[in-house]
T-cell receptor, first 114, second 114 residues
């Protein structure tokens, strides 16, 4: 079956530090890949996505590139801010199928200190 | 953009009572809705997938008689936790998708059973 493995947290950084959160996946086909962010007490918001190999998703300074050869979709940001503190989830959606459900990683808690 | 409204955001109920959580897509027709449960510091666990007008598909280990899901229209799905017990206390999140394959999440419901 499909699975997503995320870097274990928590991750604590100082403001303006470089961020990398690793994500690798296992899927039988060619999935679409997503990063979601969850702020305390809230639901999930889509941060970025990529639908095919070598695509780069980007949003709010975050980037992730779909690497088919390494089955990875690592999240990066060059300079984090305190407001980036949240839980980040990597997810995949298998192509085809009737329900299009997402498979999530376990989430990585990021805390950015001023 | 697409908006999903989830209500209530917080609810406290007594053991043995039932609680209904609503999930509404406000500006699009949700062909499929998903219900997740999230334990503290853990990932989202998919409970069930529902398509409008048909019975929900429950994930393995989820009691369908305890977690009743109704998806009566393209804009509304409800999750009813029946005969709630303290171990049902959790954060429940819904998600809706339309034919464009975008996923929009509700803001979640914190259920506390006392």
């Amino acid at each position: 079956g499909n699975s997503v493995t995320q870097m274990e947290g928590p991750v604590t950084l100082s403001e303006e530090a470089f961020l990398t959160i690793n994500c690798t996946y296992t899927a039988t086909g060619y999935p679409s890949l997503f990063w979601y962010v969850q702020y305390p007490g809230e639901g999930l918001q889509l941060l970025l996505k990529a639908t095919k190999a070598d695509d780069k998703g980007s949003n709010k300074g975050f980037e992730a590139t779909y690497r088919k050869e390494t089955t990875s979709f690592h999240l990066e940001k060059g300079s984090v801010q305190v407001s980036d503190s949240a839980v980040y989830f990597c997810a995949l959606r298998e192509r085809g199928g009737s329900n299009y459900k997402l498979t999530f990683g376990k989430g990585t808690l990021l805390t950015v200190n001023p | 953009g697409a908006v999903v409204s989830q209500h209530p955001s917080r609810v406290i109920c007594k053991s043995g009572t039932s609680v209904k959580i609503e999930c509404r897509s406000l500006d699009f027709q949700a062909t499929t809705m998903f219900w997740y449960r999230q334990f503290p510091k853990q990932s989202l666990m998919l409970m069930a997938t529902s398509n409008e007008g048909s019975k929900a598909t429950y994930e393995q280990g989820v009691e369908k008689d305890k977690f009743l899901i109704n998806h009566a229209s393209l804009t509304l799905s409800t999750l009813t936790v029946t005969s709630a017990h303290p171990e049902d206390s959790s954060f429940y999140i819904c998600s809706a998708t339309d034919s464009n394959y975008g996923y929009t999440f509700g803001s979640g419901t914190r259920l506390t059973v006392v």
